[in-house]
Structures are given as structure tokens and as C-alpha cells.
């Protein structure tokens, strides 16, 4: 038997814990998640994808950016805002003139400010995730 076939036959069962974290995600793919956490786990999704100049130009291109915005400060920490703050001041900048360099540096300052406290925002959308029905 390959190990292919070994874990193909050994289940895995999900913890509940898991199963609601899953749960979370798929609400919000549905756009069923409940506000601020659904802005918080767009927030998340994109940063992790492209950093924050992704999260602005994808939000704005598709949603209300301040709305968005508005929604994480009333859930994340002081120095959270205070770093999403400061990313959107460098990216408006940036939409300006796009070769500043010193806007392009903060930026990606924020963005590792972001991946440095990652477990904060993971905090919060287990918390949420908890009160999830399944």
C-alpha cells in the first residue's frame, strides 16, 4: 500500500473547532459573514496576497473602500488602525505619483507590520468563529 492510499483510507475527523473555522470562511466566500468580520477577513485575504496596495485597489475597485475601512476600526487594536491608517495615506500617494519611493518603502513597512501581528487578527476571527452555528 503507497502512503497515497494509506491517508486516502485513514479519516480525518475535523475537530468542531475546525469544522466552524471552515464554516466562517465558506460564509464569507458566500458573503454571508457578519460585518465587521467579513471586512476584517477580506482585509486578511488580501493582504496575504498582495500586501496592502492589493487590499485598496481590489476594494475600490469592487466595494466601498471607507466603508471597509470604517468596519475594521471598530474591530481592530489602536496599532492596527493606526498601520492600516498609514498605508492608505502612502497609497493615496501613490495613486498620485506612482514612483515614490518613500510611499512604496511605508507601505511595505506596513505590510510587515501586518504579517508581525497576524496572530491578533487570527484571534479575533477564531473568537467570531465560535459563534458560529453549524
Not at 459573514?33 to 500586501?51: D, F, K, R, W
Request: hydrophobic share 35%.
Amino acid at each position: 500500500m503507497g502512503l497515497f492510499d494509506f491517508f486516502k483510507k485513514k479519516k480525518v475527523e475535523l475537530t468542531e473547532e475546525q469544522l466552524k473555522w471552515n464554516k466562517m470562511w465558506e460564509l464569507w466566500e458566500e458573503e454571508q459573514a457578519e460585518s465587521p468580520y467579513a471586512e476584517l477577513m477580506t482585509y486578511q485575504s488580501e493582504i496575504n496576497n498582495g500586501g496592502h496596495d492589493q487590499y485598496f485597489t481590489n476594494v475600490e475597485n469592487t466595494g466601498d473602500l471607507k466603508k471597509e475601512m470604517l468596519a475594521l476600526e471598530t474591530i481592530l487594536s489602536a496599532r492596527l488602525q493606526n498601520n492600516l491608517q498609514k498605508a492608505y495615506k502612502a497609497y493615496l500617494v501613490l495613486a498620485e505619483k506612482e514612483d515614490d519611493e518613500k510611499s512604496e518603502e511605508i507601505i511595505e513597512q506596513c505590510d510587515n507590520m501586518f504579517y508581525e501581528n497576524e496572530e491578533e487578527i487570527n484571534n479575533i476571527l477564531e473568537r467570531y468563529a465560535t459563534k458560529i452555528k453549524l
